[in-house]
């Protein structure tokens, strides 16, 4: 009978595994795995029970830092990774007291704000210094406006 037992407890844990986006029960199916075993090889109930509970435990402390390091992954680059440090050309007067400015760079146009508070003016040349959401804060280019 034991052995129905733990065959349905392998198959329920797996579903539950399978059914859901993390590691949730994974560690259940190897000890069920395990007390199958023993049930195969006529162990006392409690001493599966034990295995049970003990190769899901072995299971979870010896994965656990793995799952840890494979959820973390790696960083995505955004367009924040994009942009910083890069030169834009102001396309609408940049003024932080009236809430205007924009500017192009990277082939796309966003809002923008000056970084120090100064008025940038249209057709300025800028460096994008920080993003906050999807504004960018801008500072004058001094290096290629000289050249300009």
Not at 32 to 59: H, P
Not at 96 to 109: H, I, P
């Amino acid at each position: 009978m034991m052995i129905w037992i733990w065959l349905g407890g392998i198959v329920l844990f797996g579903v539950v595994e399978a059914a859901t986006a993390g590691l949730v029960s994974i560690w259940f199916v190897a000890g069920a795995v395990a007390a199958l075993i023993a049930a195969i090889l006529n162990v006392s109930i409690g001493v599966q029970f034990a295995i049970f509970l003990a190769v899901s435990a072995v299971a979870l402390a010896a994965t656990r830092p793995l799952v840890r390091k494979l959820k973390a992954g790696k960083p995505v680059p955004t367009n924040l990774d994009r942009v910083i440090g890069l030169t834009g050309k102001v396309t609408e007067t940049v003024d932080n007291e009236n809430a205007t400015g924009a500017v192009y760079v990277d082939g796309k146009t966003w809002t923008a704000r000056s970084a120090d508070g100064t008025v940038l003016l249209e057709g300025s040349l800028v460096t994008i210094a920080k993003m906050e959401g999807v504004k960018l804060f801008v500072e004058k280019n001094k290096i290629l406006e000289g050249i300009k």
